[in-house]
């Protein structure tokens, strides 16, 4: 294994280790893995600030950030109808109360005037910022006496994530980028973050 995926590996494995210790975020994963596997389903992952906010809580020595909105992706080009979404939602509401966002990634790219999209990495390299295009998925398997695994999916070098930056994604408008950081309040919620 190379140098630079053994470093990868090892912010993988700290990213899987966080994850397992917060038990909402765990809850949140077992219940999309349901839903997902009875829908039949296999691309889907947490997204956005499940992921990147956890991380930056860590790195500033902050208790892990309630979640106050989940950001699910799936790809799936056979339901594009933004009703599949919040049919989606509502299931997984019923399992677990909280507010759940779900997103088609396969007819994103309708929305945001890009090209269509050949899959969840696809999609993600498209977000305004390059430490939200993180996600995780986990394996649903009935009675599975299998540890549990988490598949960490990132369009970008999953570095930028721990490097307290917060950088532009060329693929899209500068003005969007710059917005998203004065509404999300990222600089003052994690002063050691830069932008870059």
Known sequence: MTPVNQAELSLKVQISQWLSQDVERMQALQVCAQVFFELGIDQWAIAAGFVR?????????????????????????????????????QQLCDLLAINWSVKNQARMHIRNGDSPYLNLLDAMSYWPEKQTAVAV??????????????????????????DFTISHNPKRDMAIFNQRVRQKNWLNQYPKLTLC
């Open 137 to 162: 998925h986990i394996e649903h398997k009935p009675l599975s006496t299998k540890p549990m695994s988490f598949n960490i999916i990132h369009a970008f070098d999953i570095q930028c994530l721990f």
């Open 53 to 89: 906010n956890l991380v930056w809580d860590k790195l500033h020595g902050k208790p892990a950030s309630k979640l106050n909105d989940v950001d699910v992706i799936y790809f799936e080009p056979l339901k594009l109808d933004p009703v599949e979404d919040k049919l989606i939602e």
